[in-house]
């Protein structure tokens, strides 16, 4: 972590729809994988210890039930693995269920963390299983603690996880429809001080779509000066109403830097970013509105580590690799000395 360097990552795993504890297994594996890589941030796709296609199953108290035990495991898991992961799983909380993700962390569970925005169009009906915060839930301060099994923490509609190791550091999470809406709660988050934000989605795939996911992405990332982490549920969930492709992307300040495109079945995908330049981005241009987060801070633990930057930073930032962008860029310079 020298100098505010962080591997970042977002895992696309093979899923077994409605077996929670097979899910975990493999949940798990992945996590071992990240760690073995120096990942400190880890992103699993939305719903991920169930399936997000389960459909009615959400209704059975034994896949509810079984996801809260495999949330355990997986948490137990990461026990001497200091590294922050976000997996998808239904919880529920005063007899409603959340579309949640669950942030573990060296075998605790730190916070719960609900979806905001359902997703009711086209072929998707989260409203169906799922319930979205309130008031009447939460209270006024939007947040309360859940146990699940021995483990006892934050439910919270908001929440910025921070360490001490790497102060340039903080993360939030927002839910696949949040990056949708006109108000995503990323900008929040990154008012709070979140300078990564990670996005567990399931997001079907149709002609297109790619390209929008992108531009979505890459202008979260650029708004906000942020790292954008957008994991994507892959190939292996129900077709029934659509497909999924695994399309997940790492961003930067407004550009990707690492991507698992469509189909590709690349199960993890890893990228360096400068939480430290992100920082001092934001020290010469504020995200306007900034609030004090100390009530929804949340410490993680972090190892140190260090990173080989040989062939991860690029020796000609602003010249673009590909010869018809390169070609486009030095006509516009061309444009601009001339007109000047």
């Known amino acids: 972590?020298?100098?505010?360097?962080?591997?970042?990552?977002?895992?696309?795993?093979?899923?077994?729809?409605?077996?929670?504890?097979?899910?975990?297994?493999?949940?798990?594996?992945?996590?071992?994988?990240?760690?073995?890589?120096?990942?400190?941030?880890?992103?699993?796709?939305?719903?991920?210890?169930?399936?997000?296609?389960?459909?009615?199953?959400?209704?059975?108290?034994?896949?509810?039930?079984?996801?809260?035990?495999?949330?355990?495991?997986?948490?137990?898991?990461?026990?001497?693995?200091?590294?922050?992961?976000?997996?998808?799983?239904?919880?529920?909380?005063?007899?409603?269920?959340?579309?949640?993700?669950?942030?573990?962390?060296n075998g605790e569970i730190l916070a719960i963390v609900p979806k905001k925005n359902l997703s009711n169009s086209g072929d998707t009906y989260e409203s169906r299983w799922f319930s979205v915060p309130s008031e009447e839930t939460f209270g006024d301060c939007y947040q309360l603690n859940h146990r699940i099994g021995k483990h006892e923490c934050l439910f919270a509609d908001k929440a910025v996880f921070v360490n001490d190791t790497v102060p340039s550091l903080s993360v939030g999470c927002e839910m696949c429809e949040d990056l949708w809406v006109p108000d995503t709660p990323s900008n929040e988050l990154a008012k709070m001080g979140a300078t990564v934000i990670c996005n567990l989605s399931a997001s079907l795939e149709v002609i297109g779509k790619d390209e929008y996911r992108r531009t979505l992405v890459k202008s979260a990332s650029g708004r906000q000066n942020s790292a954008y982490v957008y994991s994507n549920c892959g190939m292996t969930e129900s077709t029934t109403d659509g497909v999924f492709s695994g399309h997940t992307m790492i961003a930067e300040r407004g550009s990707i830097i690492a991507e698992n495109k469509p189909f590709a079945g690349k199960k993890l995908l890893c990228a360096l970013v400068d939480?430290?330049?992100?920082?001092?981005?934001r020290t010469k241009l504020p995200v306007r509105g900034a609030k004090d987060s100390t009530d929804y801070q949340i410490v993680f633990e972090l190892e140190e580590r260090e990173y080989d930057l040989c062939g991860e930073i690029d020796a000609h930032p602003f010249v673009p690799e590909n010869e018809t962008e390169r070609r486009e860029r030095c006509a516009r310079i061309l444009d601009m000395q001339a007109w000047g």
């Open 1 to 105: 972590m020298k100098d505010g360097f962080v591997k970042l990552a977002a895992a696309v795993p093979e899923i077994s729809v409605g077996a929670p504890m097979k899910n975990a297994d493999e949940i798990c594996s992945l996590i071992d994988e990240a760690y073995e890589n120096g990942v400190a941030v880890l992103a699993f796709p939305e719903l991920s210890v169930t399936g997000y296609t389960s459909g009615d199953l959400f209704h059975s108290e034994s896949l509810i039930r079984g996801a809260e035990k495999a949330v355990e495991k997986i948490a137990e898991y990461t026990k001497g693995k200091k590294m922050l992961v976000f997996v998808g799983a239904p919880i529920r909380v005063n007899c409603k269920l959340y579309n949640c993700a669950v942030a573990v962390d």
């Open 275 to 281: 939480t430290e330049h992100l920082v001092h981005e």
